[in-house]
C-alpha cells in the first residue's frame, strides 16, 4: 500500500507584476507544513515546473529536515490561468480578491465549456496522479490548487457532466500549503482525506 500527500504551493504573489514566485507569507506557509511534517520519511518528492511548486518543497523539504532529490514532472503544473483570463476577454488588473475570484470562476467555466485545455488538463492530472502512485511508499508532490481540484473530483468517481461543477467547488477552497492524502492498495486509488490545513494558524489560511 502507498499513500500520496498532494500539496497545494504557499501563496503566489497575486497583484504582482510575477506572480509565479512566493510572497513572504508563502514561503512562511511552506515552512510550517515541513514542520509539521517532520516525523514523516517520504520515499519521494516531486513538484511541478512552476517557480512557486519550487520554493514552496525546497521550503518545505528544509523545514521537514528530508535529505531528498525532488523530481520535476510538468504534468502536475497549474493550467494557464491568465491565458484563461485572457481568453474569456477580461483583465484582472486592480481587482481585489473577491473580484478576482468572481472573475476567475466565470473565466474558468466558460473554458470548461469551450477549450480542447480543459479535458487535456484533466488527461494531464490523471497521467500524473498514475505515475506518481505507481512508485509506491510514500510519495510527497507539491503542485496547485486547479491540479489538486481535478485529482479529488476524478477520486469522489464524479459522472463526467459533473466534473466541471465538483471542479469549480473543490479549487475554491484548497488552502495554500493544504495537504490532500491519497491511498494507493490493492483495491485502487482513494481519497483519504482533502485540504488539510491545521498546521496553519489563522491568520496564515490564504486562498490566493
Known sequence: MGILLLVRHGQASFGAADYDRLSDLGHEQARTLGAA????????????????????????????????????????D????????????????????????????????????????????????????????????????????????????ALLGTPPDAVPAVWQRLNAVVVNSSVTRVIVGSTGTRLLTFNEHEHLARAQVTYR
Do not use: C, I, N
Request: charged share 20%; no cysteine; glycine share 10%.
Open 37 to 76: 511534517l517532520a516525523d514523516l520519511a517520504p520515499d519521494g518528492l516531486t513538484h511541478g515546473s512552476l517557480r512557486r511548486q519550487v520554493a514552496t518543497a525546497t521550503s518545505m523539504a528544509e523545514a521537514a529536515g528530508w535529505d531528498l532529490t525532488p523530481a520535476l514532472e510538468p504534468d502536475w
Open 78 to 153: 497549474e493550467f494557464d490561468h491568465l491565458a484563461v483570463l485572457a481568453a474569456y476577454g477580461e483583465d484582472p488588473a486592480g481587482l481585489d480578491r473577491r473580484g478576482f475570484q468572481e472573475l476567475f470562476e466565470r473565466a474558468t467555466a466558460h473554458w470548461q465549456r469551450s477549450s480542447p485545455d480543459w479535458p487535456a488538463f484533466l488527461d494531464r492530472t490523471r497521467t500524473a496522479l498514475e505515475a506518481v502512485a505507481a512508485r509506491g511508499g510514500t510519495q510527497v508532490v507539491v503542485t496547485s490548487g486547479g491540479v489538486v481540484g481535478a485529482v479529488g473530483a
